[in-house]
């Protein structure tokens, strides 16, 4: 764990580099060679899903026979190499020689499939990743690599000390020269020899990338000013450099040249090649392919016409294959036009560049519709409306009520894809209205949850209602609070929130409301009267020392297990969260029982951040609608993310990940958590009988789509505030929220 905390940091303060190539060419006289013909710019992209057993590569290189191989770096941090068939599937791993007391600053593929690679060496990395780098011991070392990643040759950097300093000193690039490296400081161009002599110097900016392209010359970039060739002794950029087509562009330091281009990089608008001549040209246009340059990790060329792409977004990570369009393409896909509460954000525009270059029929147009509003209802009733939305669960509600959207049985019927059978079952029986589901979310947490000591409140207290919480408080010894003190459960209106007892008192099928009953006003007393830990107040965090805070969470921690307190609750969106916050409170999994919110027994405790997804009936695309939601929902998409922080809602990806947490726990067996500065370290051996309660937990939880909105929710919660702040009586708040909510959902009815 020391190990990676000390890696993570020297990849915090490096900057990471990609590199491509096949075996390169030279001529002896390049302004002889044509510049490569470039009729077509547009590509279309087929993805394919990073193979198991290994991550998403920074670097690759295409040999002759079609074989790829890619660098990456594990879970744990660490250097591998992976060999891929032409098809990509994984053929066989590799791991990185190191020498001893080093990591890897910069590791790159040359035009020949060979590996070169800048080191850091340092006897105490653990100092290192501690701050305490002042009187470090750090050195450089450039090494050599086989087609097998085995070490050939390693050199130590003499005088290197003269141009770096640690923390404030940045690598751009590096790469291999005919006799030597080149490496690109945040402040300094440096040239070495194969014994590690600096042969060469020069003063760069912060923007400059170098690399030796493959006829042998040095190449330079500059981000605001352009790009040439550098002097080879003095390695001086030239007087004027060639100015870009945009400003600032560049996206990832410049990769490895092959026969064709002297070296290649990754602009803001496109994949550009240096030609032999000098001029720079663009082979993949990233607005006419679709493509977020930002995304781009790396890229090879294939062979004329065909590159293979790495890349990571919000949706997921994987290869793509990209194939140039014929010179006559014409694209012809449909607008689908997609509503969407408040703001389109940088990740939705990502996934519908995603869906629109995965074919050809469609593409989504996104159309902004404000909280509140009944633009929406305006749009459906005057036939203007989008072909799918993408709001809250009270849209669906309301909307599939009015019968704005199609179900997932009709959907499914007649166009194919997705199903309530693909989903969990708890998952689609949640969120069936009226015997079919009108909008889905990605994915689901567990909401109110608390965690109870097991041998205090038996796991047969799970799902209970009211009267079973209300029977086991009263059985508690009389100086036990009821939440611990960062429970968010510090005042009654807290206590009213958190407990979620309002759900219990609305039924939005009948339109009507029971809150003038005894059961509620018996509700109302109970959190007015429960014993709580009084908030600590703004004033503690501002007047507190951090041993202060420090010891105040450390008191916390312990009030379940010394009897103080019934509950603690937490939120928890995946086993990470579950597992850790068990541990917080001295725990294993075996020793806690996992309650949720008292209520009635057929709620559960699920709830979605997510957004719903919805097919709008009267939309004019509703079978483009019905291509993008199951594009959203894919298997193979979901489970390509770096990861997921909730549990997915399809049965495939619901596997996936949790097989993903778990490896992830048994990858480190040393786990920290912390809260307020107060640090609690555990082990996270989870055994088969634990690991199946918590999967019981994700699907056995239910809940049910429901029309609660802000409106709702304000006049409830003002309300109460009276009653709890001793402005009216219990029977007086009771009677107030039984007029004014009927009144409401009478109105909407």
Same mark, same amino acid.
């Given at each position: 764990?020391? *190990?990676?905390?000390?890696?993570?940091?020297?990849?915090?303060?490096?900057?990471?580099?990609?590199?491509?190539? #096949? #075996?390169?060419?030279?001529?002896?006289d390049e302004n002889s060679?044509?510049?490569?013909?470039?009729?077509? =710019?547009?590509? !279309?992209?087929?993805?394919?899903?990073?193979? $198991?057993?290994? $991550?998403?590569?920074?670097?690759?290189?295409?040999? +002759?026979?079609?074989?790829?191989?890619?660098?990456?770096?594990? =879970?744990?941090?660490?250097?591998?190499?992976? *060999?891929l068939s032409p098809e990509l599937e994984l053929s066989g791993t590799y791991d990185v020689e190191l020498p001893e007391d080093t990591d890897i600053v910069f590791m790159d593929f040359n035009s020949d499939g060979t590996v070169s690679a800048l080191l850091m060496q340092c006897s105490d990395f653990e100092r290192l990743a501690e701050g305490n780098w002042a009187d470090a011991d750090i050195s450089f070392l450039t090494a050599d690599y086989d087609t097998d990643m085995k070490l050939v040759s390693s050199?130590?950097?003499?005088?290197?000390? =003269?141009?770096?300093?640690?923390?404030?000193?940045?690598?751009?690039?590096?790469? !291999?020269? $005919?006799?030597?490296?080149?490496?690109? =400081?945040?402040?300094?161009?440096?040239k070495t020899d194969s014994t590690g002599r600096i042969t060469a110097h020069s003063e760069a900016g912060f923007n400059s990338y170098y690399i030796a392209a493959s006829d042998g010359r040095i190449a330079c970039f500059d981000n605001h000013s352009g790009y040439g060739f550098a002097d080879p002794d003095t390695l001086k950029p030239p007087s004027s450099l060639t100015p870009f087509e945009k400003d600032a562009p560049i996206q990832r330091p410049p990769l490895t040249g092959d026969d064709e281009y002297l070296c290649y990089i990754i602009m803001k608008d496109g994949y550009y090649g240096l030609t032999k001549?000098?001029?720079?040209?663009?082979i993949i246009d990233f607005t006419a392919s679709l493509i977020d340059s930002g995304n781009v990790l790396c890229a090879a060329r294939i062979d004329s016409g065909r590159y293979i792409m790495s890349s990571a977004d919000p949706s997921g990570q994987g290869f793509s294959l990209m194939t140039v369009r014929p010179d006559d393409y014409v694209e012809k896909r449909r607008d689908v036009l997609v509503g969407i509460h408040n703001v389109v954000n940088e990740s939705d525009y990502?996934?519908?560049?995603?869906?629109?270059?995965?074919?050809?029929?469609?593409?989504?147009?996104?159309?902004?519709?404000?909280?509140?509003?009944?633009?929406? *209802?305006?749009?459906i009733l005057s036939d203007d409306a989008p072909d799918m939305f993408i709001g809250r669960e009270d849209d669906v509600y309301r909307y599939s009520n009015m019968?704005?959207?199609?179900?997932? !049985?009709?959907?499914?019927?007649?166009?194919?894809?997705?199903?309530?059978?693909?989903?969990?079952?708890?998952?689609?029986?949640?969120?069936?209205?009226?015997?079919?589901?009108?909008g889905l979310p990605l994915s689901i947490s567990l909401f109110n949850v608390f965690i109870a000591d097991r041998e205090l409140i038996s796991r047969d207290d799970a799902c209970w209602d009211f009267d079973r919480f209300a029977e086991v408080y009263s059985s508690m010894p009389e100086d036990m609070y009821l939440t611990t003190q960062y429970s968010w459960m510090n005042t009654p209106a807290e206590v009213f929130s958190q407990m979620y007892m309002y759900s219990d008192f609305?039924?939005?099928?009948?339109?009507?409301?029971?809150?003038?009953?005894?059961?509620?006003?018996?509700?109302?007393?109970?959190? *007015? +009267?429960?014993?709580?830990?009084?908030?600590?107040?703004?004033?503690?965090?501002?007047?507190?020392?951090?041993?202060e805070k420090r010891m105040s969470m450390e008191e916390n921690t312990f009030m379940l297990k010394k009897r103080q307190a019934m509950l603690s609750n937490t939120f928890i969106s995946n086993v990470n969260d579950l597992v850790m916050a068990i541990a917080l409170n001295h725990y294993n999994i075996d020793e806690v029982t996992v309650l949720n919110a008292p209520g009635k027994r057929e709620k559960g405790r699920l709830c979605s951040n997510s957004p719903f997804y919805s097919v709008v009936r009267s939309g004019k695309c509703t079978e483009g609608a019905w291509g993008f939601l199951n594009f959203i929902f894919d298997s193979d998409r979901m489970n390509s993310k770096v990861y997921n922080s909730e549990i997915p809602v399809t049965k495939v990806s619901y596997d996936y990940w949790m097989k993903k947490w778990r490896e992830g726990f048994e990858q480190q067996k040393g786990m920290k958590t912390s809260t307020n500065g107060y640090v609690v370290e555990f082990t996270a051996d989870i055994s088969d009988e634990d690991f199946a309660y918590i999967s019981e937990l994700f699907t056995t939880a239910e809940t049910t789509i429901t029309g609660m909105d802000d409106e709702l929710s304000s006049i409830i919660f003002s309300e109460t505030d009276r009653y709890f702040n001793?402005?009216?009586?219990?029977?007086?708040?009771?009677?107030?929220?039984?007029?004014?909510?009927s009144l409401l959902l009478s109105e909407r009815s």
């Open positions: 764990m020391k *190990k990676l905390m000390a890696l993570s940091l020297i990849m915090a303060i490096f900057l990471s580099a990609v590199s491509c190539g #096949k #075996k390169a060419g030279s001529s002896d060679v044509p510049d490569p013909v470039i009729t077509q =710019t547009a590509y !279309k992209e087929e993805r394919i899903s990073v193979p $198991e057993g290994m $991550e998403l590569p920074t670097s690759m290189h295409v040999y +002759n026979d079609g074989s790829i191989m890619a660098l990456y770096r594990d =879970t744990e941090n660490k250097q591998h190499a992976a *060999k050199s130590e950097i003499s005088g290197m000390d =003269t141009y770096y300093t640690h923390g404030s000193t940045f690598f751009q690039s590096f790469s !291999k020269t $005919e006799d030597g490296y080149v490496i690109c =400081t945040s402040n300094n161009i440096l001549n000098g001029s720079l040209q663009k990502e996934t519908a560049n995603a869906f629109a270059r995965y074919n050809d029929d469609y593409k989504v147009v996104y159309r902004q519709y404000d909280w509140g509003s009944d633009d929406l *209802k305006t749009d019968g704005a959207f199609m179900g997932l !049985k009709e959907l499914h019927d007649m166009y194919g894809g997705l199903s309530a059978d693909d989903l969990l079952p708890n998952v689609a029986k949640s969120y069936t209205l009226k015997d079919d589901i009108y609305i039924d939005f099928e009948s339109a009507s409301c029971s809150f003038d009953s005894e059961e509620f006003i018996r509700r109302l007393e109970f959190c *007015k +009267n429960a014993r709580l830990l009084p908030p600590l107040g703004q004033d503690f965090y501002n007047s507190a020392t951090e041993d001793d402005e009216v009586s219990a029977e007086e708040c009771a009677e107030m929220l039984q007029d004014r909510i």
